[in-house]
């Protein structure tokens, strides 16, 4: 008898507990939490429709271990821009410092985000004369660290693809179908 009622008591408690944990975030989090947080300080948010009518969490709007190292030492994100302009989205590239994580380079960008991952290259040459250099006023807050070179960075859904390549310091763009 006594039973019934505390055990109606924990399932209150849980309930009011992960009902204050999801109002504390306001949403779900879609991408890590350390990515959200550099995403807010500089004007953007993450994707929160991103896994809508998608089969799954595959290629998420992140992707960890962008240049040599330590894979949570460097990142690149999608966000979706706070401020007016018809470049809704930016390509965030995160680089660790002694500091925490730090924006390295974005690219405001006008289609919609896909999923990341690595694209492997197994001619770049032949890939490379495909690309289309990313415009100066585009690329100018695109990182320059060296450390970025030749990392194919995919942005992909349903056959379609964006391929983002820093080649000999310029940013490169690669669209297909």
């Known amino acids: 008898m006594i039973l019934r009622p505390i055990f109606y008591l924990f399932l209150l408690v849980t309930f009011a507990s992960s009902c204050t944990w999801a109002a504390s975030f306001g949403a779900s989090l879609i991408m890590p939490e350390e990515l959200v947080k550099l995403a807010k300080k500089n004007n953007c948010s993450q994707p929160n429709d991103f896994f809508v009518n998608k089969p799954g969490p595959i290629d998420p709007p ?16 999608w966000c979706v821009r706070n401020d007016k302009g018809h470049k809704k989205y930016s390509l965030m590239f995160m680089l660790r410092t002694e500091n925490g994580p730090k924006l390295s380079g974005e690219l405001r960008w006008i289609n919609s985000p896909m999923g990341l991952s690595f ?13 289309v250099e990313i415009g100066k006023e ?18 992909s859904y349903d056959g379609v ?17």
């Open 138 to 155: 585009d690329a100018a807050s695109m990182p320059k660290d060296e450390r970025f070179e030749d990392r194919y960075i995919m942005n």
């Open 62 to 77: 992140y992707l960890y271990g962008v240049v040599d190292g330590n894979a949570e030492d460097s990142a690149v994100f």
């Open 161 to 177: 693809a964006e391929i983002f390549v820093m080649e000999n310091g310029r940013w490169l763009v690669s669209q297909q179908h």
């Open 119 to 131: 694209f492997n290259a197994k001619n770049p040459e032949a890939i490379i004369n495909r690309y």
